[in-house]
Protein backbone atom coordinates (compact mmCIF):
# COMPACT_ATOMS: atom_id res chain seq x y z
CA UNK A 1 0.00 0.00 0.00
CA UNK A 2 1.73 2.80 -1.12
CA UNK A 3 -0.29 6.19 -0.22
CA UNK A 4 1.28 9.04 -1.49
CA UNK A 5 3.98 8.65 -4.12
CA UNK A 6 6.59 11.55 -4.81
CA UNK A 7 9.11 11.78 -7.44
CA UNK A 8 12.07 12.48 -7.38
CA UNK A 9 13.33 12.85 -3.82
CA UNK A 10 15.99 14.87 -4.34
CA UNK A 11 17.23 17.51 -7.38
CA UNK A 12 19.38 20.30 -8.21
CA UNK A 13 18.56 22.90 -10.60
CA UNK A 14 20.75 25.72 -11.97
CA UNK A 15 18.31 29.24 -11.75
CA UNK A 16 16.08 29.44 -14.68
CA UNK A 17 15.84 25.69 -15.45
CA UNK A 18 12.36 24.39 -15.14
CA UNK A 19 11.10 20.61 -13.92
CA UNK A 20 8.02 18.99 -12.51
CA UNK A 21 7.48 17.77 -9.56
CA UNK A 22 5.11 14.16 -9.63
CA UNK A 23 2.66 13.48 -6.78
CA UNK A 24 0.48 9.93 -7.23
CA UNK A 25 -1.71 8.80 -4.57
CA UNK A 26 -3.63 5.00 -4.53
CA UNK A 27 -6.18 5.94 -1.87
CA UNK A 28 -8.90 7.20 -4.19
CA UNK A 29 -8.65 10.75 -2.39
CA UNK A 30 -10.27 13.24 -3.94
CA UNK A 31 -8.52 16.35 -2.64
CA UNK A 32 -4.59 16.75 -2.94
CA UNK A 33 -2.05 19.48 -1.28
CA UNK A 34 1.19 21.20 -2.52
CA UNK A 35 3.36 22.30 0.32
CA UNK A 36 6.73 23.94 1.07
CA UNK A 37 8.63 23.67 3.85
CA UNK A 38 11.79 25.98 4.93
CA UNK A 39 13.34 26.30 8.21
CA UNK A 40 11.39 27.69 10.78
CA UNK A 41 8.41 28.08 8.80
CA UNK A 42 5.96 24.78 9.10
CA UNK A 43 4.52 23.94 5.89
CA UNK A 44 3.22 26.64 3.53
CA UNK A 45 0.33 25.97 1.31
CA UNK A 46 1.32 26.35 -2.21
CA UNK A 47 -2.16 25.03 -4.27
CA UNK A 48 -4.63 22.55 -3.68
CA UNK A 49 -7.14 20.43 -5.31
CA UNK A 50 -10.08 20.10 -3.67
CA UNK A 51 -11.86 17.53 -6.48
CA UNK A 52 -10.37 16.56 -9.92
CA UNK A 53 -10.32 19.27 -12.56
CA UNK A 54 -10.18 21.87 -10.02
CA UNK A 55 -7.26 23.81 -8.67
CA UNK A 56 -6.92 26.83 -6.59
CA UNK A 57 -4.18 28.93 -5.21
CA UNK A 58 -2.48 28.78 -1.76
CA UNK A 59 -0.68 30.80 0.45
CA UNK A 60 2.53 31.10 -1.76
CA UNK A 61 1.34 30.02 -5.85
CA UNK A 62 4.17 32.90 -7.15
CA UNK A 63 6.69 30.76 -9.23
CA UNK A 64 4.58 28.14 -9.68
CA UNK A 65 1.94 25.57 -11.76
CA UNK A 66 -0.11 22.99 -10.53
CA UNK A 67 -2.08 20.20 -13.19
CA UNK A 68 -4.43 17.41 -11.25
CA UNK A 69 -4.08 15.30 -14.03
CA UNK A 70 -6.43 12.47 -12.96
CA UNK A 71 -7.89 11.87 -9.36
CA UNK A 72 -4.28 9.67 -8.60
CA UNK A 73 -1.66 12.51 -9.95
CA UNK A 74 -0.79 15.98 -8.78
CA UNK A 75 1.73 17.82 -10.27
CA UNK A 76 3.53 20.81 -9.46
CA UNK A 77 5.95 22.97 -12.17
CA UNK A 78 8.42 25.24 -11.88
CA UNK A 79 8.81 26.84 -15.10
CA UNK A 80 12.22 29.14 -14.55
CA UNK A 81 13.44 27.98 -10.73
CA UNK A 82 14.83 30.63 -8.52
CA UNK A 83 17.00 29.93 -5.36
CA UNK A 84 14.33 31.53 -3.51
CA UNK A 85 12.37 28.09 -4.59
CA UNK A 86 15.22 25.75 -2.34
CA UNK A 87 12.84 24.00 -0.30
CA UNK A 88 11.55 21.01 0.70
CA UNK A 89 8.16 20.21 -0.96
CA UNK A 90 5.41 18.21 0.39
CA UNK A 91 2.39 16.48 -1.20
CA UNK A 92 -0.34 15.24 0.20
CA UNK A 93 -3.93 13.77 -0.22
CA UNK A 94 -7.22 13.85 2.05
CA UNK A 95 -10.89 12.72 1.35
CA UNK A 96 -13.43 15.31 2.07
CA UNK A 97 -16.03 14.50 4.70
CA UNK A 98 -16.24 14.41 8.14
CA UNK A 99 -13.14 15.47 9.75
CA UNK A 100 -11.18 15.02 6.53
CA UNK A 101 -7.99 16.15 8.34
CA UNK A 102 -8.05 13.12 10.08
CA UNK A 103 -7.05 11.33 7.02
CA UNK A 104 -4.51 13.62 5.71
CA UNK A 105 -1.91 11.74 4.10
CA UNK A 106 2.15 13.08 3.30
CA UNK A 107 4.21 12.07 0.73
CA UNK A 108 8.33 11.04 1.62
CA UNK A 109 9.12 14.57 0.09
CA UNK A 110 11.10 16.23 -2.36
CA UNK A 111 14.17 18.16 -1.21
CA UNK A 112 14.87 20.71 -4.31
CA UNK A 113 18.39 22.99 -4.22
CA UNK A 114 18.32 25.77 -7.08
CA UNK A 115 22.22 26.74 -7.47
CA UNK B 1 -7.01 35.63 7.22
CA UNK B 2 -6.52 32.15 8.85
CA UNK B 3 -3.92 31.95 11.67
CA UNK B 4 -2.22 29.25 13.34
CA UNK B 5 0.45 30.54 15.83
CA UNK B 6 2.86 27.97 17.96
CA UNK B 7 4.97 28.45 20.77
CA UNK B 8 7.67 28.40 21.37
CA UNK B 9 9.41 28.31 18.42
CA UNK B 10 12.26 26.25 19.63
CA UNK B 11 13.28 24.97 23.11
CA UNK B 12 15.78 22.52 24.87
CA UNK B 13 15.05 20.49 27.12
CA UNK B 14 17.16 17.76 29.39
CA UNK B 15 15.95 14.15 29.15
CA UNK B 16 13.13 13.52 32.20
CA UNK B 17 11.55 17.59 31.64
CA UNK B 18 8.31 17.72 31.05
CA UNK B 19 7.38 20.04 28.15
CA UNK B 20 4.36 22.00 27.13
CA UNK B 21 3.64 23.22 23.44
CA UNK B 22 1.40 26.06 22.92
CA UNK B 23 -0.79 26.69 19.96
CA UNK B 24 -3.12 29.75 18.65
CA UNK B 25 -5.77 29.86 15.76
CA UNK B 26 -7.86 32.39 14.35
CA UNK B 27 -9.35 30.36 11.74
CA UNK B 28 -12.92 31.01 10.48
CA UNK B 29 -15.16 27.76 10.58
CA UNK B 30 -12.94 25.63 12.44
CA UNK B 31 -13.81 22.32 12.73
CA UNK B 32 -10.60 20.60 13.77
CA UNK B 33 -7.22 20.82 15.20
CA UNK B 34 -4.32 18.60 15.15
CA UNK B 35 -1.02 17.89 16.10
CA UNK B 36 1.60 16.20 14.05
CA UNK B 37 5.44 15.19 15.15
CA UNK B 38 8.50 15.27 12.37
CA UNK B 39 11.44 14.08 12.38
CA UNK B 40 13.18 14.85 9.27
CA UNK B 41 10.72 13.64 7.19
CA UNK B 42 6.86 13.86 6.14
CA UNK B 43 4.56 14.66 9.14
CA UNK B 44 3.46 11.93 11.12
CA UNK B 45 -0.15 12.76 12.78
CA UNK B 46 -0.26 12.22 16.73
CA UNK B 47 -3.67 14.02 17.43
CA UNK B 48 -6.86 15.44 16.34
CA UNK B 49 -9.04 17.61 18.79
CA UNK B 50 -12.33 18.92 18.24
CA UNK B 51 -14.41 19.37 21.67
CA UNK B 52 -13.26 21.47 24.11
CA UNK B 53 -11.70 20.16 27.79
CA UNK B 54 -11.25 16.56 26.47
CA UNK B 55 -7.57 15.24 26.91
CA UNK B 56 -6.12 13.08 24.21
CA UNK B 57 -3.41 10.99 25.34
CA UNK B 58 -1.12 8.61 23.88
CA UNK B 59 1.63 7.48 26.15
CA UNK B 60 3.73 10.35 27.58
CA UNK B 61 2.17 12.80 24.79
CA UNK B 62 -1.48 14.47 25.94
CA UNK B 63 -3.34 17.07 24.35
CA UNK B 64 -6.39 19.41 24.86
CA UNK B 65 -8.46 21.84 23.21
CA UNK B 66 -9.89 25.21 24.64
CA UNK B 67 -12.13 26.12 21.84
CA UNK B 68 -13.60 29.27 23.82
CA UNK B 69 -9.80 30.80 24.08
CA UNK B 70 -8.78 29.42 20.61
CA UNK B 71 -5.88 27.28 21.71
CA UNK B 72 -4.57 23.91 22.15
CA UNK B 73 -1.29 22.66 24.18
CA UNK B 74 0.67 19.44 23.70
CA UNK B 75 2.34 17.81 26.85
CA UNK B 76 5.23 15.66 26.18
CA UNK B 77 6.24 13.98 30.22
CA UNK B 78 9.51 12.49 30.68
CA UNK B 79 11.05 13.59 27.73
CA UNK B 80 13.09 11.19 25.82
CA UNK B 81 15.97 11.99 23.06
CA UNK B 82 13.67 10.61 20.65
CA UNK B 83 11.40 13.12 21.10
CA UNK B 84 13.59 15.59 19.74
CA UNK B 85 11.80 16.74 16.09
CA UNK B 86 9.36 19.47 14.93
CA UNK B 87 5.53 19.77 16.04
CA UNK B 88 3.08 20.92 13.86
CA UNK B 89 -0.25 22.30 14.81
CA UNK B 90 -2.82 22.94 12.07
CA UNK B 91 -6.30 23.73 11.97
CA UNK B 92 -8.94 22.20 9.91
CA UNK B 93 -11.78 24.39 8.44
CA UNK B 94 -14.84 23.35 7.97
CA UNK B 95 -14.81 23.24 4.58
CA UNK B 96 -14.47 19.74 2.64
CA UNK B 97 -11.19 19.94 0.51
CA UNK B 98 -9.72 22.80 2.09
CA UNK B 99 -6.42 22.56 3.20
CA UNK B 100 -4.97 21.96 6.93
CA UNK B 101 -3.12 25.56 7.82
CA UNK B 102 0.26 24.74 9.83
CA UNK B 103 1.41 26.94 12.39
CA UNK B 104 5.19 27.23 11.92
CA UNK B 105 5.94 24.45 14.14
CA UNK B 106 8.29 23.56 17.57
CA UNK B 107 11.38 22.60 17.34
CA UNK B 108 11.93 20.44 20.08
CA UNK B 109 15.18 19.15 21.40
CA UNK B 110 16.06 16.73 24.03
CA UNK B 111 19.51 16.59 25.07
CA UNK B 112 20.89 13.16 27.55
Known amino acids: NAGVTQTPKFQVLKTGQSMTLQCAQDMNHNSMYWYRQDPGMGLRLIYY?????TTDKGEVPNGYNVSRLNKREFSLRLESAAPSQTSVYFCASSEPGNHWGYGYTFGSGTRLTVV | EDKVVQSPLSLVVHEGDTVTLNCSYEVTNFRSLLWYKQEKKAPTFLFML????IEKKSGRLSSILDKKELFSILNITATQTGDSAIYLC????????????FGKGTSLLVTP
Open chain 1, 49 to 53: SASEG
Open chain 2, 50 to 53: TSSG
Open chain 2, 90 to 101: AVEPSNSGYALN
